[in-house]
């Protein structure tokens, strides 16, 4: 079955450096987002990405967050200049189209020291 | 504004009892309602979901779920729980042509011998 990964898995960064994390969706969608939680609080949206541009975005990205889709298969979160306050569990998503279910890949857990 | 509310941060029953898990959720028109499952290490998997027509819907792993549209509920339910069963269960939210979901706090689920 098709599913969504992502890299790493763990990531341990200082305060101002720049991060960036990978993920591929499932290869026939076209929808892709990336959602985050911080530690005992609940998942959030952060952005969504179609037609190689944003189509929503959420108050908490912000100048410091850009994405991506470098190539056709990944899709990447950037934070050029990262904060405590970054630290969390991101997680990609994708789905074939607006509306659609969206499926989860595993998630990438940021500490920032 | 739309918001999901899991009052239950942690529930632990006995293998083999009954399970509900309670959702709530507050948005204007009908909503599209999803339950996701994550075990430790893994990412969010599409347990069920419920986008219109019949109000109990079937998932994966013995899982069902009613909307309730009088009390804005969705609750997950499985009638006999497996020790392999003990994970964090999340209920989620979109409006109709959603671009992002809106997620409750979560639900942990331990599973007593």
């Known amino acids: 079955e098709p599913e969504v990964t992502q890299t790493p898995s763990h990531q341990v960064t200082q305060m101002g450096q720049e991060v960036i994390l990978r993920c591929v969706p499932i290869s026939n969608h076209l929808y892709f987002y990336w959602y985050r939680q911080i530690l005992g609080q609940k998942v959030e949206f952060l952005v969504s990405?179609?037609?190689?541009?944003?189509?929503?975005k959420s108050e908490i990205f912000d100048d410091q967050f850009s994405v991506e889709r470098p190539d056709g298969s990944n899709f990447t979160l950037k934070i050029r200049s990262t904060k405590l306050e970054d630290s969390a569990m991101y997680f990609c998503a994708s789905s074939e189209g607006r509306g659609e279910t969206q499926y989860f890949g595993p998630g990438t857990r940021l500490l920032v020291l | 504004a739309q918001s999901v509310t899991q009052p239950d941060i942690h529930i632990t029953v006995s293998e083999g009892a009954s399970l509900e898990l309670r959702c709530n959720y507050s948005y204007g028109a009908t909503p599209y309602l999803f339950w996701y499952v994550q075990s430790p290490g893994q990412g969010l998997q599409l347990l069920l979901k419920y986008f219109s027509g019949d109000t109990l819907v079937q998932g994966i792993k013995g899982f069902e779920a009613e909307f309730k549209r009088s009390q804005s509920s969705f609750n997950l339910r499985k009638p006999s729980v497996h020790w392999s069963d003990a994970a964090e269960y999340f209920c989620a939210v979109g409006a109709y042509n959603f671009n992002k979901f809106y997620f409750g706090s979560g639900t942990k689920l331990n599973v007593k011998p």
């Open positions: 990405f179609y037609n190689n541009e944003i189509s929503e």
